[in-house]
């Protein structure tokens, strides 16, 4: 059974790092994409970004670019979600999902994960 | 950069309705040598990650009811509800996945009358 298992929730203070995992089994972690999505609070999908765990290649969307980053450890078959310097407006719902594949075609994201509370507060 | 549309923002309709919901991106998304769109369509329900219903604009995941259906090519698209019922309440979003980024639409809440 595929599965993919977050972090607990979070709370942080503004300025502080953070990183949150994604663990997954059920199937070989190399050979399919994760992504990440924000939904913040009554808000939205947002598509942060994606790594292939085969070698780290990483695509993150321009409004994220520079303030987050995508890594894996393939030992462990875990991704993981990192910040820096936590903003108040880091707050949200963040979940990992799969890019499944049908017939060697991409075929939207078949998994997800349960998501992963941030809250950044003073 | 890809920029996906939805309409409309929200629906209330009667149980056994059918509910019709549009995406529109702003480039296509059609693979023309594979005749495949990447569009992707997923349900959320509150306090709970989205769902795949439809992938490749119009094959119904596994497991998905026959009452959901996908259409749609290129930049126009459609999410179809046949026939409305209590369990498909909740926040439909459509996505493409043809190139990076790989943006969400808006999303549409659906709810009953």
């Known amino acids: 059974e595929v599965q993919l298992v977050q972090s607990g929730a979070e709370v942080k203070k503004p300025g502080e790092s953070l990183k949150i995992s994604c663990k997954v089994s059920?199937?070989?972690?190399?050979?399919?994409?994760i992504n990440w999505v924000r939904q913040m609070p009554g808000k939205g999908l947002e598509w942060m970004g994606r790594i292939d765990p085969a070698d780290s290649y990483t695509n993150l969307s321009p409004s994220f670019q520079g303030h987050v980053t995508l890594s894996v450890d393939k030992s462990i078959s875990t991704a993981y979600l990192q910040w820096g310097s936590l903003r108040a407006s880091d707050t949200a719902m963040y979940y990992c999902a799969r890019l499944g594949y049908n017939s060697g075609f991409p075929s939207g994201f078949d998994y997800w994960g349960q998501g992963t509370l941030v809250t950044v507060s003073s | 950069d890809i920029v996906m549309t939805q309409s409309p923002e929200s629906l209330t309709l009667a149980l056994g309705e059918r509910a019709t919901i549009n995406c529109r991106s702003s480039?296509?998304?059609?693979?023309?040598?594979?005749?495949?769109?990447?569009l992707a369509w997923y349900q959320q329900k509150p306090g709970q990650p989205p769902k795949l219903l439809i992938y490749w604009a119009s094959t119904r995941d596994s497991g998905v009811p026959v009452r959901f259906s996908g259409s749609g090519s290129g930049t126009d698209f459609t999410l179809t509800i046949s026939s409305l019922q209590p369990e498909d309440v909740a926040v439909y979003y459509c996505q493409q996945y043809s190139t990076t980024p790989r943006p969400f639409g808006q999303g549409t809440k659906v709810e009953i009358k």
């Open positions: 059920g199937y070989s972690f190399p050979n399919y994409w």
């Open positions: 480039q296509s998304v059609l693979d023309s040598s594979h005749n495949k769109n990447y």
